[in-house]
C-alpha cells in the first residue's frame, strides 16, 4: 500500500511547533509495510488542502491527514476534504452525543462553536472515536482509496493511531512488511563507517542500509522486506552479523539501544557499581545515567565538581597539580575519577574536566579540549579529546565518549 | 516573497529523525518576511526530487532543499535538482580546496567519496561556505527563481543560514516583515494562561497571539506584522506589558530566555552563589544550570546522591529522618538543599528528592511525588509536587519546577 501524509497547521509551517506527528506517523506506517514517498505540511488555508488532498490522491492509496479538526474556525480541514472529493458533511447528533460525553468527562463546558466537530461525510465515511478528546477521526472510501483524518495534538492522534487506525490499517496493506533494526556506532566518524561498510552496502538492494550522523554516534539502519516478521528478521541479522564483524566493539548497540542503557546492562549483569566526578558536562553524564529505570542498582551518585575547591575538597585532586596542570588536564581527570570512586565506595569512578566555552579557552587549552578518565581495579586510564561545535554540543560531545569510554572499560575482561 | 520548503531524507520519512529544520526555517522565514505556503518531505529518489523541485518552482519564488549533499552513495539532491532545471554540475576545485580545509581543520582523513560534494552547477550558481561541515550550500538562480540548497544537519544548516542565507534573504524580500517574541510562564497551565489572556488576546489582530505548551512551561507568542523591526518592536511591547501586568511574576521571561538563563542573570546580578543537591532529576538541574556560558561564576558544583549512604555521608542528612519519613520527603529534601549549601559553602542551596519511576512507588508515595527545597539566609522553604508523565518527564517537570523555586526565592527581596 502506498500512503502519503498531509499536516495541515498554519503554526506547523510558521516553525511554532515541532511537527513529531510526522515521525510517529512515519515510524509506525513503515512497520505495517506502507511505503511512503510524500509528506506535506500546508497551512490553514480551503484552496490548498484542497489541491494537495487532490494531488495526494492521484498518487497514493492512503492518504492521512492531521490537524485542522478543532472546533474553532481556521480548522477547516474537513472542509477543505468535501471540496476536494466534492462530497457533502452532514451533521450527526449521534457524534455529538459522543463530544458531548467527552465534555462531561473532562469537566469542561461545551461551546457551541464544538457543533462544527459533529459534521461528518453523508456517505462513505467511518467516524472514529477520540477517547481522549473532542475531534472525532474519519476515514473516507474515494473510489477505492482512503482518506484518513485525524486531530493534530499528539497525544490524541497517537491513541486514535492505536486503538483503530493502524488495526484497520494492518487488515488492509494485504502482504509484505518493512521492517528495521538499528545498530549505533561509537569511535568512528559518519564517512569512516560508510568507508569501512562499503563492499557490504554496495550490493545490497534488500535489506538496505541508511546512515545517520548524531555528535560521536553513528547509527546504521538496516531495513528489510519482507513477507512476514520473522523473515525479516533473517534478513537483517546475516547483514548484521557482518556489519558486526566488520565494526567489532566500535559498535556498541545492536538494537536501538541507547549508550546508558548498553552500560546499565553491563553494570548490572557484572553486579558492579559506578559514581561520576563531572566538571564540564555539569551532571549531564549523570542525568543520562538516570535516564534508565533502575539505574539506582548501580549508579550511588556523583559530585559535579565545577569550582576548583569542590575538586581539592571533596574529590582529593591535588591542590599543587592543580596549580602545576590546570583544572583541564589529564592528571586532574585521573584524581577526580580516582577520588569519586574512592568517595562513594564504587567499582568505577568516571571524570571528566574540560573547556565547553564558548569562553575560558587559553592559548594552550582551547575550547572543546576535554580530558576523560576511568578509574577500577582493573586499571586507571586518561584520554585526551577535542571536541567542536557549541557548548552544548562539547558537552554531549563529551558526555557520549565518557560513557563510550566507561563501556569499553567495561568490557575489558 | 514567497517561500517553499523540501526537506530531503528516507530517514525524516520513516520517523527515524525528528524534522527540526522544518520549524526553524519556517520561524526564520516569517520573521524574514517569506510566505510559506508549502513544506515537503521526500525520500532520498532521483525522480521524487526531480518532481518536487519543479512542483515548487512553479508556484514559489524560493525554494529551499535541505538534506542529501553528503559525500555517501545515496546523498542525491545536487542531481535531482540538476535533473529538475537541466542544468549541468561540474567538479569545481575551489570548493574541493575548501573541503580539504575543512577536513585538515577537524583532523579528519578525506575520503575519495567527498570528491562528489565539489561539484557545483556551471551557471548561476553561488557556492555557499560551510564553517562547520564539509558539504558547501548552493544559492541557484532558475528564470529569476531561486533555489537554495542547504545540508541538512542542523548545526551546518543552522550556521549556513546565519552567515549567509538569512542575510541574502533579506536583501531580496524587500517591504514588510513579520516579527514574534516570547513570554514564557512557568506555575500555570496552559488552559489557565489562555483563560486569563482571553480578553486581552480576544480583541487583537495584529499582533496576533498564540500559545505553546511545554512540560511546566507555557509560552505565549505574540507576532507583529509591521513596516519595520521598530514598528513591530513598539506594537508587541503594548502586549507584553498587558500580559505581564496580568500574570505576574508566573512570567519568568520576556524575550524567549530559558530559565536557566533568567536563573544566572538574577545570580549574576545579586553576586550570590549555588550548590545544588539531586536525587531523582539525577544531574538535569546542574546539567541545566551549566548550559549557560558564565555559569562558573555562580555554581559551584553538586552533590548527585543517587544513594541513601551518599545523602547521609556528604550531605548530612540525617540517617534516623531517612528512616522515618523516607527519602522522598520534605524533611529530607530541606536537608539535602541546607547540607549542600553548607558543604560548597554557597549562597543558595537547592535540594530535589522524589519518584521518577516507573518503579520504585509505595502506597502512601506515587510515582510523580517529588519534594524540592530551597535554603539561604532569608528562609528555608520547600515544597511538595506530584508530576504526570514518563521517567524523563517526570525529570525534567521536577527540574523546572525546582528551577522556578530557585528564582522565585532569588526575587525575593
Redesign the interface.
Known amino acids: 500500500m502506498r500512503g502519503e501524509l498531509i499536516f495541515v497547521g498554519t ?10 506527528n ?7 506506517l ?1 512497520r505495517l509495510g506502507v511505503d ?8 490553514d ?1 480551503l484552496e ?1 488542502i484542497k489541491n ?1 488532498t487532490q494531488t495526494a490522491l492521484s498518487r497514493s492509496e492512503l492518504v492521512i491527514i492531521t490537524g485542522g479538526l478543532g472546533p474553532t474556525f481556521d480548522d477547516i480541514t474537513r472542509e477543505g476534504i468535501a471540496t476536494a472529493i466534492n462530497r457533502e458533511l452532514v451533521y450527526d447528533p449521534e457524534v455529538m452525543a459522543q463530544i458531548e460525553a467527552h465534555f462531561n468527562r473532562v469537566k469542561y463546558n461545551i461551546l457551541p462553536m464544538h457543533r462544527r466537530q459533529a459534521y461528518v461525510f453523508k456517505t462513505g465515511c467511518q467516524v472514529v472515536p477520540n477517547p481522549v478528546g473532542s475531534a472525532p477521526g474519519l476515514i473516507i472510501e474515494v473510489d477505492g482509496k482512503w482518506i484518513i483524518a485525524m486531530p493534530g495534538v499528539p497525544r490524541e492522534m497517537e491513541r486514535m493511531c492505536n486503538d483503530t487506525i493502524f488495526p484497520w490499517i494492518t487488515k488492509r496493506a494485504g502482504k509484505g512488511i518493512i521492517k ?1 533494526r ?1 545498530l549505533k556506532v561509537c569511535g568512528m ?4 563507517v ?2 569501512a561498510l562499503n563492499e557490504i552496502v ?1 550490493p545490497l538492494t534488500n535489506p538496505t542500509i ?4 548524531r555528535p560521536n554516534e553513528v ?1 546504521v ?1 538496516i ?1 528489510a522486506k519482507a513477507n512476514d516478521s520473522d523473515e525479516a528478521d533473517r534478513m537483517i541479522a546475516v547483514v548484521a552479523d557482518q556489519i558486526r564483524t566488520k565494526l567489532e566493539d566500535n559498535v556498541f548497540s545492536e538494537d536501538n539501544q541507547t549508550m546508558e542503557e548498553v552500560i546499565g546492562c553491563l553494570l548490572v549483569k557484572n553486579l558492579e557499581t559506578l559514581a ?1 566526578a ?1 566538571s564540564c ?7 543520562r ?3 534508565i ?4 542498582r548501580y ?9 576548583n ?2 575538586k581539592s575538597q ?1 574529590l582529593n585532586v591535588s591542590e599543587s597539580d592543580l596549580e602545576q596542570y590546570g583544572a583541564v588536564s589529564s592528571t586532574v581527570a585521573l584524581q577526580m575519577a580516582k577520588g569519586v570512586r574512592k ?3 564504587t567499582d568505577y569512578g568516571l571524570g571528566i574536566t574540560g573547556i ?5 579557552e587559553t592559548p594552550d587549552k582551547p575550547v572543546g579540549l576535554v580530558y576523560i578518565a576511568v578509574a577500577s581495579d582493573k586499571r586507571n586510564n586518561a584520554r585526551e579529546f ?1 571536541f ?6 562539547i ?1 554531549r560531545r563529551a558526555s557520549q565518549m565518557a560513557l563510550d569510554m566507561l563501556r569499553r572499560e567495561l568490557l575489558i575482561k
Chains 1, 2 share one sequence.
Request: net charge negative; charged share 15%; glycine share 12%.
Open positions: 503554526e506547523l509551517l510558521l516553525g511554532q511547533i515541532v511537527n513529531t510526522a515521525a510517529y506517523l512515519g515510524e509506525n513503515a511512503l514517498y510524500y509528506s506535506s505540511v500546508i497551512g488555508n490548498r494537495t528495521s538499528v566518524g559518519e564517512s569512516t560508510a568507508d554496495e541508511a546512515f545517520l550522523a547509527s539502519r531495513t561520576i563531572e558536562t555539569g551532571g549531564l553524564v549523570s542525568d545515567i538516570t535516564d529505570s533502575g539505574s539506582s549508579f550511588q551518585g556523583s559530585v559535579i565538581a565545577y569550582s575547591n569542590v571533596l568517595l562513594l565506595n565547553a566555552g564558548p569562553t575560558g577535542r567542536l561545535g557549541e557548548r552544548t554540543t558537552k
